[in-house]
């Protein structure tokens, strides 16, 4: 009942601590998964980010090239000497006309580009009308060429108007942009398109041709000349929007020419725009999808949309691919170490506790078989004593029979505190320093006598087989005896009652070992006994009442004799005999 206790006790300690253990991993599991998708949130969002910078950076040259062109180059040609002054007037008669550099649109991802004037006509210079279409066709356009710039002209017309697109483009206007002469402009304008000086410089080099001009107009011009000079038009540019107009994505802007307000833009081509920025940002987001961004920042913050800066556009990044660091993670080895060393430490503590409750049931055990065996020969002692001192028996044969009981059992008793004593000076000590060399059938010769001795008692016969040469061994000769005398003592217990009395000594050689063997012809030993029988203190008080006398003591001992000799003691459960135990010495 105690030992059912104590285990009880440490199966509830050990489910508590396994419990805790349990839970503390399963948190720690839960924070390292926390950690791990917040690395991989951030290294997301982090390819997300370079993915986005890549995108802009692919439109940022189309955004900023259409946001730079001047208003006048909206029309197919215009003249010469009218930029930034008269660039919408009705041409005169020996004006020298350019053609606008949109004549031919040569950027793959604009489809056309447009032009609302004040009373809403929508023009192209990509679709010149009347002698400007002549013109364009000898040497600039082929009629398919212009026939296609006329159908998307037609798409734009159907998906928008100038009122809805001044609607969706902002009020707020550039400052005024000071008016350029034409002097200035045919001799700066490849420099301007160049964009190779700064604003700064611009400003002074500007200044610098207006008052040139200024001075040679006033000195060589006529009145025509003059008026325009000293009259020129105000021109407000205003900055150049992206706006969806349903599945249109369009890019526009307001011009305002003195009092009249026009609407230039362009027709940018969706599905170009899409590959490119798909192939810009492959490497990092090869699943990204788009479609039309909301126009409200403040619905883009609160969305969380991926919107990009130069173009209303959103990005869906898909699965976005991300490295993870390799290697398993500190906190993933230290609860490994931690559950190893619990199942360490409760593997010990039942190690521990299965020792020390199998000691003291053994103990027990102990304690009980030799007060059994010590109350027999002593209740017998105390006996045969009193009758003898008494004068009780009269009859010699009698008394010399009572006198025989008392020295065997006197003898049985020795025995048993000699193993006793033996097997306590072996826990505590080693009988390594006791070895020597001795030959063995001179050693097997001095035991003989006493080992037949005991055969006789038991009413058993002694059979000693003689070694077949002289062969010498290293061993401790009292173990020697000790082992094969308990050998013999048990034999003669458990085969007391077979018809065959003989118990063989028998001597065999081998290249390294000589092999002794004491074999009887008794009842044998169960499969479950042979288990246990060289355990100590294996029999109980009841074991010890039921069957031949001894605490269980004696074949354990002989086997620890064995051992601390170098040898083994073994039992032959192959051997023809009913049981055969053979001890096992290494040849000098």
């Known amino acids: 009942m105690k030992t059912r206790w104590l285990w009880s006790v440490f199966a509830l300690g050990l489910l508590v601590a396994g419990g805790l253990m349990a839970y503390v991993s399963v948190r720690l599991m839960a924070l390292e998964d926390a950690q791990v998708a917040s690395t991989r949130q951030a290294l997301a969002d982090e390819n997300t980010r370079l993915a986005l910078w890549q995108m802009d950076g692919e439109l940022a040259p189309l955004v900023s090239d259409e946001a730079a062109r001047p208003y006048f180059q909206y029309v197919p040609f215009f003249p010469a000497e009218g930029a930034y002054t008269r660039m919408f007037n009705d041409m005169q008669e020996g004006d020298v006309l350019l053609p606008s550099p949109l004549l031919r649109n040569q950027v793959p991802q604009i489809v056309v580009h447009f032009q609302f004037e004040p009373d809403g006509t929508l023009t192209s210079p990509q679709v010149p009308r009347g002698e400007w ?3 364009a066709a000898l040497r600039f356009l082929s ?7 006329a159908k998307q002209l037609a798409r734009v017309r159907a998906a928008t108007s100038r009122e809805q697109l001044l609607n969706l483009l902002p009020e707020r206007k550039l400052e005024l942009r000071d008016p350029v002469l034409p002097e200035m402009v045919l001799a700066d304008e490849s420099w301007a398109a160049q964009n190779t000086v700064n604003q700064a410089e611009y400003q002074q080099r500007a200044d610098a ?3 040139q001009a200024v001075k040679r107009k006033i000195e060589q011009a006529g009145q025509y000349q003059m008026d325009a000079l000293q009259k020129p038009i105000d021109v407000r540019e205003g900055p150049m929007t992206a706006v969806w107009v349903g599945t249109n994505l369009l890019l526009a802007r307001r011009i305002s020419l003195g009092d009249s307000e026009y609407v230039q833009g362009c027709l940018l081509d969706r599905a170009r725009i899409e590959a490119d920025l798909r192939a810009a940002g492959a490497e990092a987001l090869p699943n990204a999808s788009f479609r039309a961004a909301p126009m409200d920042p403040t619905t883009v913050e609160a969305a969380n949309v991926h919107r990009l800066a130069a173009l209303p556009i959103e990005v869906l990044p898909g699965e976005v691919p991300v490295v993870v660091p390799e290697g398993r993670s500190p906190l993933r080895l ?8 619990l199942a360490l430490v409760a593997l010990g503590l039942a190690f521990v506790l299965q020792r020390t409750l199998g000691l003291a ?13 010590l109350r027999t020969p002593l209740t017998t002692f105390r006996m045969y004593t009193e009758m003898l001192a008494a004068g009780r028996i009269r009859d010699e044969q009698t008394r010399l029979e009572y006198l025989h009981t008392l020295h065997s059992e006197a003898l049985r008793l020795g025995h048993l505190v000699e193993n006793v004593l033996a097997y306590a000076r072996l ?3 080693s009988p390594a320093g006791r070895l020597e060399t001795l030959a063995l059938p001179r050693l097997l010769e001095r035991a003989t006598e006493r080992l037949r ?8 016969q002694l059979v000693v087989e003689p070694c077949p040469q002289e062969i010498s061994v290293r061993a401790d000769p009292g173990a020697v005896e000790q082992i094969v005398f308990n050998l013999v003592d048990n034999a003669c217990k458990y085969a007391a009652g077979a018809s065959d009395k003989r118990i063989h000594v028998e001597c065999e050689l081998d290249a390294r070992e000589v092999r002794l063997v004491v074999r009887d012809h008794g009842p044998g030993i169960s499969r479950e006994e042979g288990t246990r029988m060289f355990k100590p203190f294996r029999k109980s008080a009841q074991a010890a009442a039921n069957s031949a006398p001894g605490v269980g003591l004696g074949l354990t001992l002989s086997r620890r004799l064995a051992r601390a000799m170098g040898g083994e003691l073994r ?7 009913a049981c055969c135990f053979v001890l096992h010495l290494p040849r000098n």
């Open 427 to 429: 826990e505590n000590s």
């Open 143 to 149: 009629q398919q060429q212009i026939d296609d710039a």
């Open 334 to 341: 230290t609860m490994y170490v931690a559950w190893a060393c």
């Open 209 to 211: 041709y207006k008052q």
């Open 361 to 373: 049931q053994r103990r027990a055990e102990f304690v009980s078989a030799v007060s059994h065996e």
């Open 133 to 135: 279409r002549t013109m």
């Open 453 to 460: 001795l005991r055969t006789e008692q038991a009413g058993m």
């Open 571 to 577: 039992h032959d459960a192959a051997c023809s005999s």
